[in-house]
């Protein structure tokens, strides 16, 4: 081999040599932008798995404050209908002795019979009415078992009934929904034999 050919050689073997040198700078860079990335993507992963955690988080809350807002606002609602049944309750307990008054008066209209009972009547009953779609009823007593939960008893009386029956109603008692704002004032049978008041 000629010194020309040897130059050309060697010089061939250099370019071949700094071809892989360069392929291998070229490796290493690219493994290193490998590693780079590599470690970019599982840190953007962590922070990504932070970031939905903290939304559940976020989320479960949103549906708590929304869970206690309906409770709060159910609680509202019913504190609401508590006070509107206690406000109807009193008025209509206060409204007690003109029903009592209105039904004296029907009575003596009907005894003397006059002719103020009609329009007596249809404006107790009117009343009545309004009153009734408020809730309020009459307590059933005259010949009903005494009943403590209704009745009021004023006095014992002898009877052919057996003992306990009301057997005379004083004044009436009402109930006002499922609750008794006014027990009856009854007589009730003492059996027979000597009466007692009570």
Known sequence: MTNKERKIAEDKQETEKADEEKEEEKE????????????????????LKEKEKEIEELRDKLLRQQAEFENYKKFLDSEMEKFKCLANESLIKDLLPVLDSMELAIEDLK???SQELEGIKCIYQQMFKVLENHGLKPIQALGKMFDPYYHEVVAKVPSSLPEGIVVEELQK??????NVIRHSKVKISAGKGDGENG
């Open 173 to 178: 008692g009402y109930m006002l929904n499922l």
């Open 28 to 47: 290493e860079k690219s493994d290193d932008r490998i590693k780079a990335l590599t470690k970019e993507v599982e840190e953007l992963q962590k922070k």
């Open 111 to 113: 005894k003397r019979k």
